[in-house]
């Protein structure tokens, strides 16, 4: 089955950077656009960015544009969200997950449990 | 910028009850819509793709309708394990998957 495991989470100061990783297993990985949502504590999902199967196609929200870059490795089956410049804003529970297979199916059909990002001094 | 709006935030009903929740887009996102489940201090899971497509595995009683602006997400007599906050999203464009800001639904 589809799994999705993230890492690299932690705490790190406002100002500072941080880089998320996604490992794949239980799919064709190179097949599928792949995403990153996060939901800060006590609210709700705030899509972020995501990227094409090839790694070209990459849309971000406008929250991080020019802040945070998504990437991805299909020979190692695995998606990166390098964020830079962060702030207390930033503090969530990132989600990786899988973009449904198909023309304009941009829905989330599998997510990875989630790496907390705490942004504070 | 499409926004999207849920109503109610949230309700609290009995068991066999129907439940129905609502999401409205700011402008016309055709059938570009999905419905999202999160049970408390779990992961989001997909219910609903294409407004009314049901993801495989999930249970008949969860139905959607609607396209251009005014969707629906119904559970046909609620369970204990439907007690979750509920999340339209829109993906008529790439550029923006706007989520709505969720409805928590409790029991009576």
């Known amino acids: 089955q589809v799994q999705l495991v993230e890492s690299g989470g932690g705490l790190v100061k406002p100002g500072g950077s941080l880089r998320l990783s996604c490992a794949a297993a239980g799919f064709t990985f190179r097949d599928y656009y792949m995403g990153w949502i996060r939901q800060a504590p006590g609210k709700g999902l705030e899509w972020i960015a995501h990227i094409g199967n090839g790694g070209s196609h990459i849309n971000y929200a406008d929250s991080v544009k020019g802040r945070f870059i998504i990437s991805r490795d299909n020979a190692q089956k695995s998606m990166s969200l390098q964020m830079n410049s962060l702030s207390a804003d930033d503090t969530a529970v990132y989600y990786c997950a899988r973009v449904g297979a198909g023309y304009l199916t941009y829905y989330f059909d599998s997510w990875g449990q989630g790496a907390p990002v705490t942004v504070s001094s | 910028d499409i926004q999207m709006t849920q109503s109610p935030s949230s309700l609290s009903a009995s068991v066999g009850d129907r439940v129905t929740i609502t999401c409205r887009a700011s402008?016309?996102?055709?059938?570009?819509l999905a419905w999202y489940q999160q049970k408390p201090g779990k992961v989001p899971k997909l219910l609903i793709y294409d407004a009314s497509i049901l993801q495989s595995g999930v249970p008949p009683r969860f139905s959607g309708s609607g396209s251009g602006t005014d969707f629906t997400l119904t559970i046909n007599s609620l369970q204990p394990e439907d007690v979750a906050t509920y999340y339209c999203?829109?993906?008529?464009?790439?550029?923006?998957?706007?989520f709505g800001g969720g409805t928590k639904v409790e029991i009576k």
């Open positions: 402008q016309g996102i055709s059938s570009y």
């Open positions: 999203q829109k993906y008529n464009s790439a550029l923006s998957l706007t």
